[in-house]
């Protein structure tokens, strides 16, 4: 729909800035206007004929297609390697339409055990009601334990980038290899690496999500989700195995997608019959707000992976800390694949673990005063929360521990604001933890001294 030049430029930097830049004709703009319009006037009835019927380009209603979520659209196709993109109402709805474009009843999905809790939830209750069966890898760097629990009716694998907060390093060309070897595709959440870290289509990845939420925007005012599809899957490669894109279809005249849309079938599919039925639409005005948040991302990515290191380094040489689950750190374990996928830096979203547990994590937390107490990442702020009693609370303890949360778990996002200012934030923190050693324990309620009769 927009006129476009080749691009005249190969960077990062340069690209977020000037990528797929429609020049807004109306007044000159230079940056490109919110365009809060629930419809769009047709020309004439061919027009709206053909626009209904997908057989003319141009915009119909704002469920299926907004000039302003366009633009954000076309730009993180391009930031993510991808063919197309569609731009959603929050990570969660991003990540809700990829897996309802592509599962039938009675599918199957893999996925690494370290995901964001909220997509956990969604499979294990939302897409398990609906007939959708799931397993979880526990290691996700074991590709052999991602090949023992394929199924015949596995649809796709699923894993993140950079897990949050254990920092298990997806090896995205190893678990590629595999789901195409069984003709499905692999799906990766990449909200903590951002594609300024990582593109895991590079690798072979066939879908990328993103909560937009957090670093794209970076500023947290805005949710936002993505789906990026980068074209290349051939959804009919497997007789039988994507019904919904490559059967005929009574809305396409008895066309399948892949017949009508080839390549672009599965990003069509998703708008117009998943997300354009569901409606998980995101406002034109985050579209605008994640998108000013993408003209710097290159520069806060680089300042947060500095400023993630520098922390996670402090906080390794505290006898207060048992470990820190950075996989910037030499001695994590998937340093080898960060060093592989990650070039650029790490990411800046990690947990350590303090011996004290839980106590001493409450002291930490109420003691740091720059790090905001909150849950949400990648913004500009850093953040600080306890996962054990709060983002993973609905799982029992052992499990916590399987993912690597254990009670003196804390949860860092790391921001952009001066090194030592951080430190010495947290500092504090195990300053409050140390008070807290030297306290003598608490009397035991008299009731308590009394010996139990069992
Ligand atoms: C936050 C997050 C989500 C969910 O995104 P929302 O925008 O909050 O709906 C999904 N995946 C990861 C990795 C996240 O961090």
Not at 81 to 100: C, D, K, P, T
């Amino acid at each position: 729909m927009s006129d476009l030049r080749e691009p005249q430029y190969t960077g990062f930097a340069t690209e977020q800035i000037h990528g797929d830049d429609a020049h807004h004709a109306e007044h000159g703009a230079r940056v490109a206007p919110i365009h809060l319009s629930a419809g769009y006037i047709f020309d004439d009835v061919q027009q709206a004929g053909d626009r209904f019927a997908g057989t003319a380009e141009g915009y119909v209603y704002t469920r299926v297609g907004n000039p302003t979520n366009a633009d954000l659209e076309r730009r993180l196709a391009r930031l993510e390697h991808g063919q197309n993109a569609l731009f959603l109402g929050s990570g969660q709805a991003a990540i809700s339409v990829a897996f309802l474009a592509l599962l039938n009843c009675g599918d199957h999905i893999l996925a690494s055990n370290s995901i964001y809790e909220g997509t956990r939830g969604l499979i294990v209750a939302n897409l398990a009601r609906l007939g959708i069966e799931a397993d979880f890898v526990e290691d996700t760097a074991d590709i052999e334990q991602w090949r023992a629990k394929l199924r015949p009716n596995t649809r796709l694998l699923f894993g993140e980038s950079i897990s949050n907060p254990t920092n298990d390093i997806l090896d995205i060309e190893a678990i590629s290899n595999l789901a195409h070897g069984h003709g499905i595709p692999l799906v990766v959440d990449n909200t903590a690496a951002t594609p300024y870290l990582l593109r895991p289509i590079d690798h072979g990845a066939d879908i990328v999500v993103h909560s937009a939420s957090k670093f794209l925007a970076g500023h947290g005012s805005a949710l936002g989700g993505v789906v990026v599809d980068s074209g290349r899957f051939r959804w009919d490669a497997r007789e039988g195995y994507f019904p919904q894109l490559t059967a005929p279809d009574p809305a396409l005249l008895g066309e399948s997608f892949v017949q009508r849309y080839q390549s672009r079938a599965f990003a069509i599919f998703a708008r117009d019959v998943v997300a354009g039925r569901l409606g998980p639409t995101a406002s034109p005005f985050n579209a605008f707000l994640i998108r000013q948040g993408i003209e710097t991302l290159s520069l806060r990515m680089e300042r947060h992976c500095e400023n993630a290191q520098h922390v996670a380094g402090w906080l390794a040489s505290q006898p207060a800390v048992v470990t820190v689950d950075f996989a910037g750190l030499p001695e994590h374990r998937d340093h080898h694949l960060a060093a592989k996928y990650l070039p650029r830096g790490f990411g800046s979203v990690f947990a350590f673990t303090l011996a004290g547990g839980a106590p001493a994590a409450r002291a930490f937390i109420e003691a740091t005063s720059i790090f905001t107490h909150m849950t949400h990442l990648g913004d500009v702020r850093s953040l600080i929360v306890h996962p054990a009693s709060t983002s993973h609370c609905q799982r029992t303890a052992q499990e916590q521990a399987a993912g690597g949360i254990l009670p003196g778990t804390i949860r860092l996002s790391v921001g952009i604001e001066d090194i030592a200012d951080l430190i010495a934030d947290l500092a504090r923190g195990i300053a409050a933890v140390s008070a807290l050693a030297d306290q003598p324990l608490p009397t035991p309620p008299a009731a308590a001294l009394v010996p139990s009769p069992a």
